[in-house]
């Protein structure tokens, strides 16, 4: 059997030509002159490798025709009746042979090689860059999420920290306003009990004088004197709480002031009417106080004319009714005390009248 082979390749073409074809063959083909081409392995030639004639680039002339004979022998159509794709491998490995056995081709085909080889290495230096820069570009995200995650930590715990400083400043603010208002209560009942204590001194100490002048039985002027007639006489003292006159008995009342130094002026200085004077004295004496001086100047003889004077005042015993809602049950209370002491005082003027 000849192994004469018919292709392209073997006709008596120019080189140029011969390898004009061979190119668009191969570029028809999907294979280049760039070399070590990639083909598909035939089922009976599978021992082949992936090169085209399976020889290194730097390959002598020698070992690229040793290894075509090698494998033409093995690919050829001839012994591979059954292969449809024997013939185009065999082809392939002819025109394989004729570029790498041609100077101008094989220099073209090494240029390309070195060219293809540049491109690689171009890509694959591309490719690491563009690589480390993913990396890097995951590496500053992870790091961003890390410190995203890290700063929405830090301001969760300090936001847990406020809330927690607030909690604990309000419970300390509730507990020191409880306090306080422990402290004014406190302060409020003592301050009342003191009130009480005080008001029930007050009303047990009022002063009080009992008035005396002369009257005829069955007398309807009752002396010259009456309820207005001596409030008038008195009111100029200072105020008066109470004056109870006696029913039975003429000639008799109680007059109640609200100052020791009013009752005190009032028992030293009123005379009453000139032709039926008054004579006043305690009910009950008057409290150990300090020496009073009294500086009292008159502008007229006349009992009956508005006196000016200038007394000393004893520190009022009274609580005031103006100062706060306290102060204002108090005189509730104090109003109250006075009208169970107006009371007694009417039940002790008619015992005396009965006695009388």
């Not at 508005?306 to 809602?325: I, L, R, V, Y």
């Amino acid at each position: 059997m000849s192994l004469a082979c018919k292709c392209l390749l073997c006709l008596p073409t120019p080189l140029i030509g011969r390898l004009q074809i061979l190119n668009r063959y191969l570029h028809s083909r999907g294979f280049y002159v760039e070399g070590n081409l990639e083909i598909e392995k035939s089922p009976k030639c599978n021992q082949f490798s992936s090169k085209i004639l399976g020889v290194q680039e730097d390959a002598t002339e020698k070992e690229i025709v040793k290894s075509y004979r090698k494998q033409a022998l093995k690919c050829h159509p001839d012994k591979n009746p059954d292969d449809p794709k024997a013939a185009e491998l065999f082809h392939q490995l002819a025109k394989a042979l004729e570029i790498l056995t041609d100077a101008a081709a094989r220099a073209a085909y090494d240029k390309a090689q070195k060219a293809k080889k540049a491109a690689e290495a171009r890509h694959k230096e591309l490719d690491s860059k563009r690589k480390k820069f993913k990396e890097d570009l995951e590496s500053r995200e992870k790091a961003a999420d890390i410190r995203t995650e890290a700063d929405l930590s830090l301001k969760k715990n300090f936001q847990a920290e406020i809330e927690r400083l607030r909690k604990e400043g309000s419970k300390l603010l509730e507990q020191e306003q409880e306090r306080l208002k422990e402290e004014i209560k406190e302060g409020q009942t003592r301050l009342e009990q003191q009130e009480e204590t005080e008001n029930s001194s007050s009303v047990s100490e009022t002063p009080k004088l009992k008035v005396k002048w002369k009257c005829k039985k069955n007398d309807d002027t009752n002396g010259g004197y009456s309820s207005e007639i001596l409030t008038d006489l008195f009111n100029k003292y200072g105020n008066i709480l109470n004056l109870i006159m006696s029913k039975k008995k003429g000639g008799s009342a109680i007059l109640e002031f609200s100052s020791w130094t009013d009752a005190e002026n009032a028992k030293e200085l009123e005379k009453g009417l000139i032709d039926n004077p008054l004579s006043l004295s305690w009910i009950q004496p008057p409290p150990e106080r300090p020496q009073m001086t009294s500086n009292i100047h008159f502008n007229s003889g006349s009992q009956h004319s508005e006196d000016s004077f200038t007394k000393t005042e004893w520190p009022s015993q009274m609580p005031s009714a103006t100062s706060s809602a306290r102060d204002f049950e108090s005189l509730v209370l104090h109003k109250l005390r006075q009208a169970e002491e107006r009371k007694r005082l009417i039940e002790q003027m008619q015992k005396e009248d009965g006695e009388g």
